[in-house]
């Protein structure tokens, strides 16, 4: 600090509250700042400034416990440092946070606080006078000798310390020419104080009294380094002197003593470090690694950007589970009935579930096989992990990989990355803090790629069970044991799963759930856990079971039961605020009718009122108060009204989502014989347009179809449009071959086709009719929507088997295995029909 310089600081000074340490003018500190106070100070200040001024803060000494420390403000410290920001340093890692250099200038007061929020602003004092510093170190009488005796024992205490460190040449160098006045200040910052004596020093704003505080502490250090060269010849250690230096000067936060270093190195937090990598339980060649990075550590100054890495990555060793892990407490007949009691229906899976679970229970070290559950979403996929690591009794962690697309998101950046992370699995074992958790990879056919490279790859190692035991993150760079890990997948579908990784999996099917099964899962789970999570009881909210299929059929369409979920805590929202308000309302109101909406004019009454008991008798949801509350309902059949003109036919599709219905409709006018297809079609199944119309084509006599004019070849003349709603989503695949022939074969023969019928299956150019995928969920899906016959490939005859009797018992099958078969049952009176009366047949359903 010059004397030429005359700084004037503003008098409006942010203030930064720090529990770290007390700033002195003319010293250099290093603060990590992490609370929301002053991380918005250094947000909006320190990084959106330009000028030198914008730099200048206050740093204030707060003397509340961390621990305690709230959004209050807490009273203020009167006197602190102004001080220059020169580095700001943000990282994510271990929590958002900031590390600043700041440069103490001078003292201030603070006068009174102008603001608080979002970080404090005061009014300020300067108390240090910069500019009447004497040139060249003379001071007048008894303050002259003090500052001559202090100078005399700094010059005495540099002396002895080592010069190889930075600082203490540096302090060498410019001890003859700083002013004497800025002596104290700058050799308590250096020396070992604690944060109480160099919070004295601070509240020291006359500079007598200041020398008169310094001096002692000085003088300790000199009588303390002596001992320490005492002790040295005893037991050399050259280390100890550098830092003991190096750690009072660059970080004054801690607090050291002369005892403490000389004897006792529990205290010592780089031992403590040492200690705890010993004791981590790691494989030797993580040892290795660590008491290197240690070694490092301890040569290393802590201004050093690297310091931090290092001690992070240390850190992060230390703390992960190398050898901790929870016992296993597997009862097979206990584990199903909790499987049971968390889940209705879903018993394909659950049996797998537990012979899987019987296995590892025989033999404990099973390289098992990694299961993956596939089904539409809000089966259930989740909450079964949940189950197993229950039932298991061991740790749960949910991996999200939906949208991640880069590698280093499993793997981990290498170190010499700024900002570098472990990868998501060594952060979850850091988390659950044992060896042996159960980790559910959620969302696995969501991964992307990217040019980061492609974290499907970074998979394979993690779920190979010959490789994962040597598992190694690129931060850690050493490898982690991974085969005490369950891994559990979850997947909308296989087929964006990368093959490889797919290969290394037991793909086990959850299929969508029928009506019936969403009923008992909404009164079993659903309900109850919604009423608990509002804070209401079956006695005061009851939902029928009558009212529970009007929401899955009219509110919902899906395979799994997570809108269901959500209109059920709709209907509790509701009924939440009746019974709050019935609360304040009178009782003779309490009966009144539920979802009829009370009158206003009561509830004005009410207010008054000081009866506080709610109603007693339960608000049960009927029909009308459904309407109330849901509106009116969303989905219709809508089936009825789209069968009406000849050229339109059902089909049944398969999505991520579940089954789904889908209509296709064809429409014809004159032309060059022109396909116009659209509604968003994959390539697959625009070939399985072509397929149709060729056949159709080649047996146009035998079923007597014509173009508009009456001619034998459907297509002279004419152009043919087919179109698949809903237009906006992509479809493809070669199951709708024997919906697409039958919706032309209606279009050119001007029949309608059955209203209450669906059709799946593939077709080849000879007229056969091949099997295809997801039959239960088409097959609920077409149940679903009311439909009576159902025609499948012949070769699909063994998955009606997986189908729910009550529901087979209501649909009737229809087996084909040629195109011949599928039109004959999809046409009233067969194809073609032996006497054709056209626009006569109505549509039924
Ligand atoms: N058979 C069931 N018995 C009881 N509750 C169920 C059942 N199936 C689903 N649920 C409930 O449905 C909700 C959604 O389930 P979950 O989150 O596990 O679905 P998911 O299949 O994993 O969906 P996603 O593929 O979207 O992740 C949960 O609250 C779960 O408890």
């Given at each position: 600090?010059?004397?030429?310089?005359?700084?004037?600081?503003p008098?409006?000074?942010?203030?930064?509250?720090?529990?770290?340490?007390?700033?002195?003018?003319?010293?250099?500190?290093?603060?990590?700042?992490?609370?929301?106070r002053?991380?918005?100070?250094?947000k909006?200040?320190?990084?959106?400034?330009?000028?030198?001024?914008?730099?200048?803060?206050?740093?204030?000494?707060?003397?509340?416990?961390?621990?305690?420390?709230?959004?209050?403000?807490?009273?203020?410290?009167?006197?602190?440092?102004?001080?220059?920001?020169?580095?700001?340093?943000g990282?994510?890692?271990?929590?958002?946070?900031?590390?600043l250099?700041?440069?103490?200038?001078?003292?201030?007061?603070?006068?009174h606080?102008?603001?608080?929020?979002p970080f404090p602003?005061?009014?300020?004092?300067q108390?240090?006078?910069?500019?009447?510093?004497?040139?060249?170190?003379?001071?007048?009488?008894?303050?002259?000798?003090?500052?001559?005796?202090?100078?005399?024992?700094?010059?005495?205490?540099?002396?002895?310390?080592?010069?190889?460190?930075?600082?203490?040449?540096?302090?060498?160098?410019l001890?003859?020419s700083?002013?004497?006045?800025?002596?104290?200040?700058?050799?308590?910052?250096?020396?070992?104080?604690?944060?109480?004596?160099?919070?004295?020093?601070?509240?020291?704003?006359?500079?007598?009294?200041?020398?008169?505080?310094?001096?002692?502490?000085?003088?300790?250090?000199?009588?303390?380094?002596?001992?320490?060269?005492?002790?040295?010849?005893?037991?050399?250690?050259?280390?100890?002197?550098?830092?003991?230096?190096r750690?009072?000067?660059?970080?004054?936060?801690?607090?050291?003593?002369?005892?403490?270093?000389?004897?006792?190195?529990?205290?010592?937090?780089?031992?403590?470090?040492?200690?705890k990598?010993?004791?981590?339980?790691?494989?030797?060649?993580?040892?290795?690694?660590?008491?290197?990075?240690?070694?490092?550590l301890?040569?290393?100054?802590?201004?050093?950007?690297?310091?931090?890495?290092?001690?992070n990555?240390?850190?992060?060793?230390?703390?992960?589970?190398?050898?901790?892990?929870t016992?296993?407490?597997?009862?097979?007949?206990?584990?199903?009935?909790?499987?049971?009691?968390?889940?209705?229906?879903?018993e394909?899976?659950?049996?797998?579930?537990?012979?899987?679970?019987?296995?590892?229970?025989?033999?404990?070290?099973?390289?098992?096989?990694?299961?993956?559950?596939?089904?539409?979403?809000?089966?259930?996929?989740?909450?079964?992990?949940?189950?197993?690591a229950?039932?298991?009794g061991?740790?749960?962690?949910?991996i999200?990989?939906?949208?991640?697309?880069?590698q280093?998101?499993i793997?981990?950046?290498?170190?010499?990355?700024?900002?570098?992370?472990?990868?998501?699995?060594?952060?979850?074992?850091?988390?659950?803090?044992?060896?042996?958790?159960?980790f559910?990879?959620?969302?696995?056919?969501?991964?992307?790629?990217?040019?980061?490279?492609?974290?499907?790859?970074a998979?394979?190692?993690?779920?190979?069970?010959?490789q994962?035991?040597?598992?190694?993150?690129?931060?850690?760079?050493?490898a982690?044991?991974?085969?005490?890990?369950?891994?559990?997948?979850?997947?909308n579908?296989?087929?964006?799963?990368?093959?490889?990784?797919?290969?290394?999996?037991?793909?086990?099917q959850?299929?969508?759930?029928?009506?019936?099964?969403k009923?008992?899962?909404?009164?079993?789970?659903?309900?109850?856990?919604?009423?608990e999570?509002?804070?209401?009881?079956?006695?005061?909210?009851?939902?029928?079971?009558?009212t529970?299929?009007?929401?899955?059929?009219?509110?919902?369409?899906?395979?799994?039961?997570?809108?269901?979920?959500?209109?059920?805590?709709?209907?509790?929202?509701?009924?939440?605020?009746?019974?709050?308000?019935?609360?304040?309302?009178?009782?003779?109101?309490?009966?009144?009718?539920?979802?009829?909406?009370n009158?206003?004019?009561?509830?004005?009454k009410?207010?008054?009122?000081?009866?506080?008991?709610?109603?007693?008798?339960?608000?049960?949801?009927?029909?009308?108060a459904?309407?109330?509350?849901?509106?009116p309902?969303?989905?219709e059949?809508?089936?009825?009204?789209r069968?009406?003109?000849?050229?339109?036919?059902?089909?049944?599709?398969?999505?991520?989502?579940?089954?789904?219905?889908?209509?296709?409709?064809?429409s014809?006018?004159e032309?060059?014989?022109q396909?116009?297809?659209?509604?968003?079609?994959?390539?697959?199944?625009?070939e399985?347009?072509h397929?149709?119309?060729?056949?159709?084509?080649?047996?146009?006599?035998?079923?007597?179809?014509?173009?508009?004019?009456?001619?034998?070849?459907?297509?002279?003349?004419?152009?043919?449009?087919?179109?698949?709603?809903?237009?906006?989503?992509?479809?493809?695949?070669?199951?709708?071959?024997?919906?697409?022939?039958?919706?032309?074969?209606?279009?050119?023969?001007?029949?309608?086709?059955?209203?209450?019928v669906?059709?799946?299956?593939?077709?080849?150019?000879?007229?056969?009719?091949?099997?295809?995928?997801?039959?239960?969920?088409?097959?609920l899906?077409?149940?679903?929507?009311?439909?009576?016959?159902?025609?499948?490939?012949?070769?699909?005859?063994?998955?009606?088997?997986?189908?729910?009797?009550?529901?087979?018992?209501?649909?009737?099958?229809?087996?084909?295995?040629?195109l011949?078969?599928?039109l004959?049952?999809?046409?009233?009176g067969?194809?073609?029909?032996?006497?054709?009366?056209?626009?006569?047949?109505?549509?039924?359903?």
């Amino acid at each position: 600090m010059s004397s030429s310089g005359g700084i004037q600081i503003p008098s409006r000074l942010p203030l930064l509250l720090t529990h770290e340490g007390v700033l002195l003018p003319g010293s250099t500190t290093r603060f990590s700042v992490d609370s929301a106070r002053n991380m918005q100070l250094v947000k909006s200040r320190l990084l959106k400034g330009t000028s030198l001024k914008s730099t200048m803060i206050g740093v204030i000494p707060n003397t509340k416990d961390p621990e305690h420390d709230s959004d209050e403000l807490p009273s203020l410290h009167s006197i602190g440092t102004a001080g220059l920001a020169v580095q700001v340093v943000g990282s994510n890692w271990p929590k958002p946070h900031y590390t600043l250099l700041i440069t103490g200038l001078c003292r201030f007061r603070v006068s009174h606080l102008l603001r608080e929020r979002p970080f404090p602003v005061a009014m300020v004092e300067q108390l240090d006078r910069l500019e009447q510093y004497t040139e060249g170190g003379q001071l007048d009488g008894e303050l002259g000798e003090l500052s001559q005796r202090f100078y005399q024992a700094a010059v005495q205490l540099v002396g002895m310390l080592d010069m190889s460190v930075p600082v203490v040449a540096k302090l060498r160098r410019l001890l003859d020419s700083l002013p004497r006045e800025t002596l104290p200040d700058v050799l308590a910052s250096m020396i070992r104080t604690s944060n109480l004596e160099k919070l004295q020093v601070l509240d020291a704003v006359d500079l007598e009294e200041r020398f008169k505080k310094t001096l002692p502490m000085l003088t300790r250090q000199i009588e303390g380094l002596k001992l320490l060269q005492k002790t040295r010849k005893l037991r050399p250690d050259d280390d100890k002197r550098v830092l003991a230096m190096r750690k009072g000067g660059v970080f004054p936060g801690r607090q050291f003593s002369l005892e403490e270093d000389a004897e006792d190195e529990d205290g010592d937090d780089m031992a403590m470090l040492e200690r705890k990598v010993k004791e981590a339980g790691m494989p030797e060649p993580a040892l290795r690694v660590c008491l290197k990075e240690l070694k490092r550590l301890k040569k290393m100054p802590q201004s050093m950007p690297e310091y931090a890495l290092t001690r992070n990555y240390l850190e992060l060793m230390v703390e992960l589970p190398w050898s901790k892990s929870t016992t296993d407490c597997l009862d097979i007949r206990a584990a199903r009935v909790l499987l049971d009691n968390d889940h209705y229906a879903l018993e394909k899976l659950k049996r797998r579930v537990l012979e899987y679970l019987a296995v590892r229970q025989l033999k404990s070290a099973l390289k098992g096989p990694i299961l993956c559950f596939v089904g539409p979403p809000g089966v259930g996929k989740t909450s079964v992990g949940r189950s197993i690591a229950r039932t298991l009794g061991r740790e749960f962690h949910r991996i999200a990989l939906g949208g991640v697309c880069d590698q280093s998101d499993i793997r981990g950046h290498r170190r010499t990355y700024v900002g570098s992370m472990p990868g998501r699995i060594i952060n979850g074992l850091k988390m659950v803090g044992v060896n042996n958790p159960v980790f559910l990879l959620d969302e696995v056919d969501k991964l992307g790629k990217s040019l980061q490279g492609d974290p499907a790859a970074a998979l394979l190692e993690v779920l190979d069970p010959e490789q994962n035991h040597s598992f190694t993150d690129h931060y850690l760079n050493v490898a982690f044991d991974l085969s005490q890990v369950l891994f559990i997948a979850t997947a909308n579908t296989t087929a964006t799963i990368p093959p490889a990784l797919l290969d290394r999996m037991e793909v086990l099917q959850v299929p969508g759930y029928t009506q019936e099964e969403k009923v008992e899962i909404a009164h079993r789970h659903l309900i109850p856990h919604q009423l608990e999570q509002h804070g209401l009881t079956p006695q005061q909210l009851q939902i029928p079971q009558d009212t529970t299929q009007e929401i899955i059929s009219k509110y919902t369409r899906e395979a799994g039961v997570r809108s269901l979920e959500r209109k059920i805590g709709a209907i509790c929202r509701a009924v939440a605020v009746k019974v709050a308000e019935g609360h304040k309302l009178s009782r003779t109101d309490s009966s009144s009718e539920p979802g009829a909406g009370n009158n206003s004019e009561q509830e004005g009454k009410a207010e008054d009122s000081d009866m506080t008991a709610p109603p007693e008798m339960p608000i049960v949801i009927d029909q009308v108060a459904l309407k109330d509350i849901l509106g009116p309902q969303i989905f219709e059949m809508e089936v009825r009204n789209r069968l009406t003109l000849p050229g339109v036919a059902i089909g049944l599709a398969w999505t991520p989502l579940g089954g789904e219905i889908m209509f296709v409709e064809a429409s014809r006018m004159e032309g060059e014989g022109q396909l116009t297809l659209t509604g968003q079609l994959g390539d697959v199944m625009k070939e399985s347009a072509h397929l149709a119309i060729t056949w159709l084509r080649s047996n146009a006599k035998t079923y007597q179809l014509t173009n508009i004019a009456g001619c034998a070849d459907p297509l002279e003349g004419n152009d043919i449009h087919l179109h698949f709603p809903a237009g906006a989503v992509t479809k493809d695949g070669p199951s709708a071959g024997v919906t697409i022939v039958t919706c032309l074969a209606s279009l050119f023969s001007g029949r309608l086709v059955r209203s209450d019928v669906a059709m799946t299956g593939e077709i080849t150019l000879r007229g056969l009719v091949l099997p295809v995928g997801g039959i239960k969920d088409k097959v609920l899906a077409a149940h679903r929507a009311g439909l009576k016959r159902i025609i499948l490939p012949k070769r699909n005859e063994k998955d009606l088997e997986e189908i729910p009797s009550h529901i087979r018992a209501e649909l009737d099958f229809v087996t084909a295995s040629t195109l011949d078969e599928v039109l004959n049952a999809a046409f009233d009176g067969g194809f073609p029909a032996a006497t054709v009366t056209h626009s006569q047949i109505a549509s039924k359903l």
